[in-house]
Nanobody, 121 residues
Framework: QVQLVESGGGSVQAGGSLRLSCAAS????????MGWFRQDPGKEREKVAT???????SYADSVKGRFTVSRDNAKNTLDLQMNSLKPEDTAMYYC???????????????WGQGTQVTVSS
């Protein structure tokens, strides 16, 4: 089993910054894909940023240039630095992990409990 625990959420004014952290434990190693997703009530969950076993990173267009994802395989952690936050970034942010097959990320099946980010205008 894989356990994911997020931290670092909170409330901030527009233009501010927050850093989210995800601590992974259990049977997880660098072969897993990891990522950040978010969901606002009444909306579908969306990808924020993912990083695969080779270190390739993908960002949602809405966060490019503002958010930076980083992974420490030695510590089994995944961070998300969020700058220039906007009210539309308000959501519950989830850390997730996925096994890989032939180097490709499979479905994200391991999820943390989430951490709330609220950005006020």
């Amino acid at each position: 089993q894989v356990q994911l625990v997020e931290s670092g959420g909170g409330s901030v004014q527009a233009g501010g910054s927050l850093r989210l952290s995800c601590a992974a434990s259990g049977y997880i190693d660098r072969s897993y894909c990891m990522g950040w997703f978010r969901q606002d009530p009444g909306k579908e969950r969306e990808k924020v940023a993912t990083i695969d076993r080779f270190g390739s990173i993908s960002y949602a267009d809405s966060v490019k240039g503002r958010f930076t994802v980083s992974r420490d395989n030695a510590k089994n952690t995944l961070d998300l630095q969020m700058n220039s936050l906007k009210p539309e970034d308000t959501a519950m942010y989830y850390c997730a992990a996925a096994k890989t097959l032939w180097g490709q990320c499979k479905e994200y099946t391991y999820w943390g409990q989430g951490t709330q980010v609220t950005v006020s205008s």
